[in-house]
């Protein structure tokens, strides 16, 4: 079992920036390939970025390729979305996941989920 969980969203306006952190406790945090989805109101939940275990591997989704950057530091079973250049679309609750596999992260089939954290970006 792996619990999650995010801290760092909130009010931003057009432009700006945060950064979204997910601190994991439970099994070895290393072990796992690691993912932010988010969730707008009246949407479908949407895979944003995957890192591999190591932090070789990094996948983006195309609408936030360029302006939304994953990392994770193992040492403090931590992972972390630094989010530039915000836009309105990009208003949701985000959540942090993991994934067993590096494959399955990346196509947003996760293992296990935090609570979310909102969001919101106004113009």
């Known amino acids: 079992q792996v619990q999650l969980v995010e801290s760092g969203g909130g009010l931003v306006q057009a432009g700006g920036s945060l950064r979204l952190s997910c601190a994991a406790s439970?099994?070895?945090?290393?072990?796992?390939?690691m993912g932010w989805l988010r969730q707008a109101p009246g949407k479908e939940r949407e895979f944003v970025a995957a890192?591999?275990?190591?932090?070789?591997?990094?996948y983006y989704a195309d609408s936030v390729k360029g302006r939304f950057t994953i990392s994770r530091d193992n040492a403090k079973n931590t992972v972390y979305l630094d989010m530039n250049s915000l836009k309105p679309e990009d208003t949701a609750v985000y959540y942090c996941?993991?994934?067993?596999?590096?494959?399955?992260?990346?196509?947003?089939?996760?293992?296990?989920w935090g609570k979310g954290t909102l969001v919101t970006v106004s113009s």
């Open positions: 439970g099994r070895t945090f290393s072990g796992y390939a």
């Open positions: 996941a993991a994934a067993g596999a590096w494959l399955a992260a990346t196509a947003g089939r996760m293992n296990y």
């Open positions: 890192i591999s275990s190591r932090g070789a591997g990094i």
